[in-house]
């Protein structure tokens, strides 16, 4: 029987994860009306009741899949504050300094590689894309709300990946706060419909490599492509990178015409 302790690290950790997502979704969706307010505000009463419909979906959707990513990561710290089984650590002198910033990259390599190789599996096998991944794609374009919008089957499959990392490599608090943040705020602002990074960090070595919404934009419009989740790496290695939405670029380019 799960101990008083354990439903409590459960609940609670789905309520963080809940929270964190209505609160993060939430400010980028009011922050989003300003920029994109064809999207976000649409004066058309039809589109504005269709809008608030698909948000709806998008809100219910992500508060399911956010108790499906608390219960593995309510179970870890469990295990963690009440027996230290995993391999989270504070005292930051446990390991050399170098692995502070190596242990971080390492979990969003192994995160981006999982998250690339399954997701590629939903879009190339069409029942598994209707069983499970359709549920993300319902929403064309998707809004902020939409970061957490995956139906259980998706969630089950992504949720346990970072709680089972922390039992096999080793990560200070901070960096694990940091990986958590991360994940956070590029599964928000890659579904918001506007670039949020400067043009000439798109542009440049950023945009190269790491995906923000001009490359994820892409992968809404186009279903067969752009399948990452942090880099491009998978994406260029395996030739399903299909490149930046002109959409975005363009807009970009017009809001920051003095940077040209
Ligand atoms: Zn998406
Ligand atoms: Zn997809």
Known sequence: MPTTALWI????????????????????????????????????????????????????????????????????????????????????????????????????????????WTHRAMHHWPWLFRKAHAVHHESRPPTAWAAMAFHPWEAVSAAWLIP?????????????????????????????????????????WFGRHVISASHHHVHHERYLSNYGLYFRFWDKLCGTDKGLSDELIRAKAKREPQLQ
């Open 9 to 116: 690290s459960l609940l609670g950790m789905c309520l963080i994860v809940a929270v964190r997502y209505l609160a993060v979704s939430g400010l980028f969706a009011w922050s989003s009306r300003v920029v994109r307010p064809d999207v976000y505000a649409p004066k058309d009463p039809k589109k504005a009741v269709r809008l608030a419909k698909q948000i709806r979906r998008e809100i219910g959707w992500s508060l399911l899949a956010a108790i499906i990513y608390g219960l593995p990561a309510g179970l870890a710290a469990h295990l963690w504050a009440t027996r230290g089984w995993t391999r989270i650590y504070a005292d930051v002198s446990d390991y050399p300094l170098w692995w502070l910033p190596v242990s971080l990259f390492l979990y969003l390599a192994i995160h981006d590689s999982w998250f690339y």
């Open 164 to 204: 089972a990392l922390t039992f096999l490599i080793p990560i200070h608090i901070v960096p694990l706060a940091l990986v958590l943040t991360i994940m956070t705020f590029f599964g928000v602002t890659n579904h918001m419909g506007w670039e949020i990074f400067p043009k000439r960090w798109v542009d440049g």
